[in-house]
T-cell receptor, first 116, second 113 residues
Framework: DVKVTQSSRYLVKRTGEKVFLECVQDMDHENMFWYRQDPGLGLRLIYFSYDVKMKEKGDIPEGYSVSREKKERFSLILESASTNQTSMYLC???????????????FGPGTRLTVL | GNSVTQMEGPVTLSEEAFLTINCTYTATGYPSLFWYVQYPGEGLQLLLKATKADDKGSNKGFEATYRKETTSFHLEKGSVQVSDSAVYFCALMDTGTASKLTFGTGTRLQVTL
């Protein structure tokens, strides 16, 4: 079974703190993604990565950065946390399938971050 | 741009009732369509998918047919169970978007005895 793990299920931080959210996948997938999930808004893509040291902005990258130094690990960084970044953060990974456009994404359990 | 519209929830049904959750989409290319499910306290899991027009995806008694003429991918199940209570997300992956998913807002389903 594909497994995507996230470092914490629940996290509470103070405004202005630097926050690291870690994601690890064990299936040698090329693609990795970070989303945030908010009620009434569904999932919104923050950043994604197709390969080591490669990253691309998603739909809502402001206030976030990412790091992918190893293929299996994709980190989301909040440089200076703010209360409007209180949310559920979901990591996902997917292989590159032949034919494109059909890749199944596999999700981690999520990290519920509260910024006070 | 791409977008996915789902019916507002929550949807509350009695066990063994018929389920329909509507999903329509807008895409610039020829998308693949997905339904993901999120059980309480968990991440999302792929429920089913369809990659081209008229394809039917199915899994665990759920079905959805890719209707290009109506740009829809409605989720159906003939007889729901309490264990189907979850949030259901419709999503699309457009050609040329390099594996990026666009999600709907999700529909919460509550099944009661």
């Amino acid at each position: 079974d594909v497994k995507v793990t996230q470092s914490s299920r629940y996290l509470v931080k103070r405004t202005g703190e630097k926050v690291f959210l870690e994601c690890v996948q064990d299936m040698d997938h090329e693609n990795m993604f970070w989303y945030r999930q908010d009620p009434g808004l569904g999932l919104r893509l923050i950043y994604f990565s197709y390969d080591v040291k490669m990253k691309e902005k998603g739909d809502i990258p402001e206030g976030y950065s990412v790091s992918r130094e190893k293929k299996e690990r994709f980190s989301l960084i909040l440089e200076s946390a703010s209360t409007n970044q209180t949310s559920m953060y979901l990591c996902a990974s997917s292989p590159i399938e032949q034919g494109g456009g059909t890749d199944t994404q596999y999700f981690g359990p999520g990290t519920r971050l509260t910024v006070l | 741009g791409n977008s996915v519209t789902q019916m507002e929830g929550p949807v509350t049904l009695s066990e063994e009732a018929f389920l329909t959750i509507n999903c329509t989409y807008t895409a610039t290319g020829y998308p693949s369509l997905f339904w993901y499910v999120q059980y309480p306290g968990e991440g999302l899991q792929l429920l089913l998918k369809a990659t081209k027009a008229d394809d039917k995806g199915s899994n665990k008694g759920f079905e959805a047919t890719y209707r290009k003429e109506t740009t829809s991918f409605h989720l159906e199940k003939g007889s729901v169970q309490v264990s189907d209570s979850a949030v259901y997300f419709c999503a699309l992956m457009d050609t040329g978007t390099a594996s990026k998913l666009t999600f709907g807002t999700g529909t919460r389903l509550q099944v009661t005895l």
